[in-house]
């Protein structure tokens, strides 16, 4: 699409940003907030980005840059299976989940086609290979060349870590 401000231009703009050498950018998609209409707002919010995100990996693919370009895709946090308000065919949401989230990553020395970790049947507990948040911001850094042990600000005195005092590199997702 050639919309400006849809998120398959920005995926476009971000193919040729990476093309160019810019080394961060950042897409934004609004409003993944199913609190209500679920039905209705997620089929539409995924046709919004399923086959630009695919086509951006594509493209990053066919030029050579996928090996050298990590692709981080992720949303707020995950999602229960349980409905959230009253429960009518076509208007019901799902509540946040502060344990379980989903994220996908791409290129920049990750396996492809695998899926690591997994929910129990009702996405409330963590049944298989949990990431912890410091695990995943330790893998990326990895990823991008970066000792997450080693990078440090200080603030008020004290040296911080992105992940902290934890954080271990998720080895079964890399290349």
């Not at 810019?22 to 089929?43: A, C, E, I, M, T």
């Not at 995100?53 to 594509?58: E, N, T």
């Not at 200080?154 to 870590?161: A, E, I, K, L």
Request: aromatic residues 10%; glycine residues 12%; hydrophobic residues 35%.
């Amino acid at each position: 699409m050639k919309k400006p401000g849809s998120f398959a231009y920005n995926c476009l703009m971000a193919r040729r940003m990476a093309e160019r050498g810019v080394r961060f950018v950042q897409l934004y998609h609004r409003g993944w907030d199913q609190h209500s209409n679920l039905p209705k707002r997620l089929r539409e919010q995924c046709g919004d980005t399923d086959q630009p995100s695919a086509a951006l990996i594509k493209d990053l693919k066919e030029r050579g840059l996928l090996e050298d370009t990590l692709v981080v895709w992720g949303g707020e946090f995950g999602r229960t299976v349980y409905s959230q308000g009253k429960i009518e065919k076509e208007n019901y949401g799902r509540d946040h989940h502060g344990r379980n989230y989903a994220v996908w990553l791409a290129g920049g020395g990750v396996k492809p086609g695998i899926v690591y970790g997994e929910t129990d049947e009702f996405c409330y507990n963590v049944a298989e290979n949990p990431v912890h948040i410091h695990d995943l911001n330790a893998t990326v850094m990895h990823c991008l060349g970066i000792n997450h042990e080693r990078l440090t600000y200080r603030f008020q005195g004290r040296d911080f870590r992105l992940t902290d005092i934890h954080g271990e590199v998720v080895k079964g997702i890399l290349a």
